[in-house]
């Protein structure tokens, strides 16, 4: 089954019109311990959808801005831990959570592996409608900042991070550029037969498990895929991939989304799930800065 793109773009409509009906209520208090000298660490809550309560950490540079702002994707893991990158010298760097993970885990606490396989088939009741919202609430925090300038946001993750990362570009007109490593590529077409490692796997674990319902779950997963999502992104995009990776973005997927993409710009790595590791990791820095205007 191939879901229409109006049956997509209704249901996701129904997320971003929801959003605005729950406040902000945003709190920020500074970190005296992880502040330095060239910046200031603040730990920072606010709503999601439903009033649900999340945490993040937020780097400000010292001195007189607007700075540009960059939203750090959470990945598929408990822990976000403070923004480590040479950008906080010059960009307000918001490292995001999503309900479930640690400091954002009341009441809801995520299993890894478990979190793409909570409420699966129920377009509605999974998880992942959620955590998608969180990630467009978290550029619409970073939005809220006096020391942000609303013309330079960029928004970059790997993993899970790198598919909120292209949620966040596909929803919020306000980015300028997207740094994606590594989406996972759930409900993509194929994905699922291309995919033999986690955390992918983990839906393969549940068809094993309920094979009754793949058809249906399919199905449902397709309202998720950051491939088709792609498509609506207009910012520039440097897309990260592994030539090996098995469990997030199988090859022929990533650049199936590159061409999705209006402005992507695919770099193709050895590794696998990894990408390209500190050698990408470099290019990104680099393209970030150019894009959000500081080179």
Known sequence: MVLSASTRDSFWQQVVEELPGTPLEVEVRRNDFYSEPEWDVYE???NGLGGYRLFAWLSVPRGSGPFPGLVQMPDYGSA??????????????????YRGQRRSDTPFQASYPGLL??????????????????????????LTQSSVDPQRIAVAGA???????IVAG?????????????PIMLGAPNA?????AYPLEEINDYFRAYPQREETVLASLELFSPLALAAQVRCPTLLGVGARDMGQCPPPLGEEMAHQLRH???HQYPGGSEGGGHQHAVLRTQWLREQLGLT
């Open 117 to 142: 396989t909570q409420g699966l088939g129920n377009s509605t009741a999974y998880i992942l409608r959620r955590v998608y919202a969180d990630a467009l609430r978290a550029v619409d925090f970073l």
């Open 192 to 196: 699922q037969k291309l995919t033999r």
């Open 80 to 97: 976000v831990d403070i923004p480590y990158t040479s950008l906080r010298h010059d960009v307000v760097v918001l490292n995001a959570s």
């Open 264 to 266: 992507g710009e695919l």
């Open 170 to 182: 596909a929803f919020r007109p306000q980015v300028r550029a997207l740094a994606v490593d590594t």
């Open 159 to 165: 993993g899970l991070g790198g598919t909120l990362a």
């Open 44 to 46: 920072a809550r606010y």
